[in-house]
């Protein structure tokens, strides 16, 4: 028998109950969904992360108490939280020591337990801004540029003065009409005379990078208080040739900041560009491995679905079958016409998985700014775990309806 | 004896040989002897009705016939081959190619237009779509359906529908029309226009076996077997004068 007539009898019977056929449909649509849009949005970032990305500006190298991902609970956070901080002093010695071995050293504390909020004259920001208090290095290790107006000075921080450098987006909110420099806003119950606005950065993994206010280091501490802080210290080589010596110099110098002996282990995690990477690399792998999983789920109960219709689908047509049976039909053109059917639910499904999967991760891809990809290995590999899953779940259906016994078929009402 | 001079012995070749087969069901705990030794001989363009109370053995006899089941013993030889030794395959396709089934309830599929439904034994025959659909479009104009070809089984009166299975039966020119009560779902004017369908059929040179317990349809056919618990109780043939009386009507 010919194929076409095969696609043409299971479109046939799957249009008899176009609405049963696209219910069984919606589980497989579920299940790719789920794995497509998760690979294209993956994908998607991280081919722009490969393509040249900087998390840190370019060749510096950042010190912290905590690594990148500190989601891997248990165990392992705790002995995250119960390291050191790294306190100004340690991040003054440390400043100290690097002196002439680099270009740049950056001390910043964020201030995450503050709810940033700055108002003037009556208008206020959203409760949600970054506070940081920090050197006139910030600018140059977190990749941002001065839009006009000053930088923090190392004057600044010596005097501990209580001057703002402020993001784009707190300019456009407080200061639509008029020129923020020199005016005097409150923020976290102190106020602060605003020195330079910074350029519009945008958006990195959706969150918005513009909702920034900088300070002297010095006087973030006196407001808002040094104990249960820590400090990060980014530091920026003279030259990308110097980078893995200085990066060597740094880690010796922050030993010794931290008063580590001989044959103690780092106390203190080391970004690099690299090392970021890699760790949005695992983190991505992880959430892959989730896809999956889910993924994976939502298709074996998708199957179990299809082959529940279809036993349904056999029960209801034995007649049909007893007919086609009497007619000549052999036991294998019944068997390939229920399989088809299976296949055809199982793939129209993933077919529809896909489309909104890409859809759904290119989407998230340009919330996130980043290129637009198709995910063709694993939209395939979809297109072949349907035909998988149509074929598994459709073929003990398919067998009990060749299997029917054409008189006994014949005589079911 | 029966006086064979009164009556027209058929003398084509012969398609179904059956010698004396039986066949046993297992029904519970029981053994049902459904044929205890049945014999019947069809020869080619004879129209044979085969007649019988419920549980004589009727159908057991008719589904052997139509080769959807196989004697438990005895020979069953179709235009000298034996059944009894087939395999599924091989009776499907014996099915497909020498049988023509015509059901009591029509048995057509019901989202199948009137040709979809007479082109699905060439489907499974393997014919091409051209072919298949010249055959079947000239088989319905020969049942007097040319004007109903696009038509739904459901758009159609039982007639009609009688009409179709028949055109079914037809189309892979079978060597054998196997009718098992083709009226009974039908008035008995419709059922009248169904049987001089098939005397029309039978005629242009085609094999019809009629499995029926009315008398009055039976009366259509050549030739009358009757069954009783699972023997053939008689076996006769239309007598001259009968014939006589029948092509005057």
Sequence with gaps: MLFSEIVRMALSSLGANKLRAALTMTGITIGVFSIISVMTAIGALQNSIESGISFLGSNIFQFAKYPVNIDAGGETKKKYQNRRNITYRQALRYYELMQGNAQEICLKCFGRDLKGQAVYNGIKTTPSLTVVGTNRSFLTANAYTLSYGRNLNDEDVDLARSVLVIGKMIEKRLFPHESPIGKVIRMSGHTYTVIGVLVEKGTSFGQSQDDICLMPITRFFENYGEANRTVNIATQPFSTELYNRTLDKGISAMRIARGLGANQENDFEIYTNDSLKSAFISVAGVVRIGAFVVSFIALVAAGIGIMNIMLVSVTERTKEIGVRKSIGARSRDILRQFLTEAVFISEAGGVVGIILGVIGGDLLALWLKVDLIFPFGWAFAGLVVCSAIGIGFGLYPAYRAAALDPIEALRYE | ?249
């Excluded at chain 2, 029904?27 to 080619?44: D, K, N, P, Q, T």
């Excluded at chain 2, 235009?79 to 099915?95: Q, S």
């Excluded at chain 2, 037809?170 to 009718?179: F, M, Q, T």
């Design chain 2, 1 to 249: 004896m029966m006086d064979t001079r009164d009556s027209i012995r058929p003398v084509g070749p012969v398609v179904i040989d059956i010698e004396n087969i039986t066949k046993d069901y297992v029904m519970g705990e029981e053994i049902v002897h459904a044929l205890r030794g049945v014999s019947l001989r069809v020869h080619r363009n004879e129209y044979i009705a085969i007649m019988g109370p419920s549980g004589s053995g009727k159908s057991t006899l008719m589904n052997m016939v139509g080769c959807l089941d196989t004697p438990t013993s005895g020979r069953y030889g179709f235009n000298g081959r034996n059944v009894a030794e087939m395999d599924d395959d091989e009776l499907a396709a014996i099915r497909n190619r020498e049988i023509g089934f015509v059901f009591q309830t029509f048995n057509l599929l019901p989202r199948a237009n009137t040709l979809r439904n007479v082109e699905l034994p060439l489907i499974y025959a393997g014919v091409d779509p051209e072919t298949r659909e010249e055959r079947a479009t000239q088989t319905l104009i020969d049942v007097g359906l040319g004007d109903r070809l696009h038509h739904k089984p459901n758009e159609l009166s039982g007639g009609q529908r009688q009409r179709v299975a028949i055109a079914r039966a037809l189309v892979n020119r079978p060597s054998i029309i196997l009718a098992d009560e083709p009226t009974g779902n039908l008035d008995s004017k419709t059922g009248e226009e169904i049987m001089s369908l098939f005397e029309d059929l039978y005629r242009r040179g085609n094999t019809i076996i009629l499995v029926t317990h009315e008398a009055d349809i039976a009366r259509h056919a050549r030739r009358t077997v009757r069954l009783r618990d699972g023997l053939i109780e008689s076996d006769d043939l239309m007598t001259v004068p009968e014939l006589e009386s029948m092509a005057l009507t």
